[in-house]
């Protein structure tokens, strides 16, 4: 059809329109949403509601996986563009609500510009193929090399080095996993499977979970292993993955977990998901890890023979507390991880003094001693110090661990056994399956103590020197020394 004058001035009106829109867009640049450690880190002006995330594995742990990984998120403003968290994949193409949408990098975001604006309140489809690389720095988090495959650790930031997301505890979504693998391989993770298929010697698994997750606790397992099948509490169906070649030496430790459940049942409540699980890596990855309903343990935790028998076996209740906190109650900021790691040192050290006959009080009197060390190096358990530039790991200092336990052993000194166990249960029951911080826990302590404790907590949580032990005045603080980093998280 010819182009008559009219429709010439109407293209050329909505050419110069849509040229304005775009000389008004800002360059792409990486958001976040003001985390205090990781500022770039999540994504203002929406909210996933789940991801659904296909990888296809090659059977090499050195060769990127393909992917495509689909968000389903709802607006809680006007969107010109969003932003994702994603590094280390090359993208290959976008789709906003089905149509094709341009994207490019800026930082760790992925950029992404839909064909139309998604308006406040709109729900919006989101597609992104692209690789998934293991590769890269090992300390660096995300996919981990196992001697026969891959796990994943994504711990604190590195859920983007895996699939595009807004990576930040403060939002979680229901995940579902599509993973294609060869069939010889055995592929689990998050979640209770729903399905699996085999054809022309590739299997194809499918995983997905009955409760929100942040992205920092996702798993995907794929290697020569074995999932070996046990009963929890209430009929809870207990799964733990282990290298096949392992089986029999590591039930001894394995058949251990319906206990730990039941005793973490004792002291909070009911388990708060749909499975529980340890998966044993044969990987050197320096620390354990609480991702959801399928702890990572290295498997070198259940074969040193220098490691006590009691202390391994707090170490399995440590990350099965996090389910509770961290996992279930999950931090808004990550500064408030040390509920996180306080709750699940606490336990630990609480669980070995009742089977191991280990003191909970001598454990924190030494704590208390050197916790003005660990403040001074790490900063205090509410406000700690950023990770050094390149040692993430740095981040999991003891002041987040015994340093932060010290503050609930504090704090149970303050108000009594009784008031203390009502805080903890009513902390993981009216907080469960979402996001809580540190001033909501001050909160509730003040309700629980029928006292405003928010003169205590801050001097313990935010003070730079530690404050006196009530019970124990004789207990005293060293020096500041070296700092120190954890081996579990």
């Known amino acids: 059809m010819p182009l008559t004058s009219r ?3 109407v293209a050329l009106l909505a050419a110069a329109s849509a040229g304005m829109i775009a000389a008004a867009l800002p360059a792409p640049e990486p958001l976040g949403i003001g985390d205090p450690l990781f500022p770039h880190l999540g994504n203002p002006g929406y909210d996933v509601l789940s991801y659904d995330i296909a ?3 090659p059977g090499d742990n050195k060769k990127p996986l393909d992917a495509l990984t689909k968000i389903d998120a709802r607006a809680a403003q006007r969107l010109d563009r969003v932003n994702l968290d994603f590094t280390h994949g090359t993208v290959r193409s976008v789709e906003v609500d089905g149509r094709a949408a341009d994207f490019t990098t800026a930082g760790e975001d992925l950029v992404v510009t839909p064909a139309q604006p998604v308006e406040a309140g709109a729900r919006v489809h989101i597609a992104v193929s692209h690789t998934s690389d293991p590769g890269g720095p090992k300390d660096a988090g995300g996919w981990v090399a196992t001697a026969d495959g891959l796990a994943m650790a994504n711990q604190a930031d590195a859920g983007h080095r895996v699939f595009p997301g807004n990576d930040h505890p403060s939002d979680k979504a229901y995940f579902t996993f599509r993973i294609t693998a060869p069939s010889d391989l055995t592929v689990v993770a998050n979640g209770r499977r729903v399905a699996r298929a085999v054809a022309g010697g590739t299997g194809t698994w499918l995983y997905r979970t009955a409760q929100p997750m942040a992205t920092e606790l ?5 290697g020569r292993s074995t999932v070996v099948n046990r009963t929890g509490p209430h009929g809870l169906p207990v799964r733990d993955v282990v290298p096949t070649a392992d089986v029999e030496r590591m039930e001894p430790w394995l058949k251990k977990t319906p206990a730990h459940l039941e005793w973490m049942e004792r002291q909070v409540g009911r388990y708060p998901f749909e499975t529980y699980g340890v998966l044993v890596a044969d990987a050197d990855t320096g620390f354990q890890l609480e991702t959801q309903t399928l702890s990572l343990f290295e498997r070198s935790m259940f074969t040193r023979t220098e490691l006590p028998k009691w202390y391994v076996d707090s170490i399995m209740v440590h990350e099965l507390a996090h389910h509770w906190f961290g996992n279930s109650v999950t931090p808004r900021v990550w500064s408030d991880l040390w509920l996180n790691e306080g709750h699940a040192t606490w336990y630990e050290a609480l669980y070995a003094e009742e089977t191991a006959k280990q003191s909970l009080e001598q454990r924190m009197r030494a704590a208390y001693a050197s916790s003005d060390s660990w403040r001074a190096a790490g900063g205090p358990p509410a406000a700690p110090k950023p990770a050094a530039p390149g040692q993430k790991m740095s981040l999991f200092r003891p002041v987040v661990y015994d340093g932060s336990a010290l503050v609930l052993y504090a704090l149970r000194q303050e108000i009594g056994k009784d008031a203390f166990q009502k805080l903890e249960r ?7 399956l979402g996001t809580a911080g540190t001033a909501d ?3 509730l302590a ?4 029928g006292r405003d404790l928010s003169a205590f907590l801050k001097a313990w949580l935010y003070g730079e020197k530690t404050p006196a032990m009530p019970g124990h005045a004789t207990w005293r603080s060293k020096a500041p ?5 954890s081996a579990k998280r």
């Not at 003040?446 to 103590?449: I, K, N, R, Y």
């Not at 020394?481 to 980093?485: I, Y």
């Open 7 to 9: 429709r010439l001035r």
């Open 55 to 57: 990888l296809t594995y």
């Open 218 to 222: 996702a798993q995907v397992t794929i």
């Open 426 to 432: 009513r902390w993981v029951t009216e907080n469960a």
């Open 441 to 443: 826990f001050v909160a």
């Open 446 to 449: 003040s309700e629980v103590a």
């Open 481 to 485: 020394t070296a700092p120190e980093v």
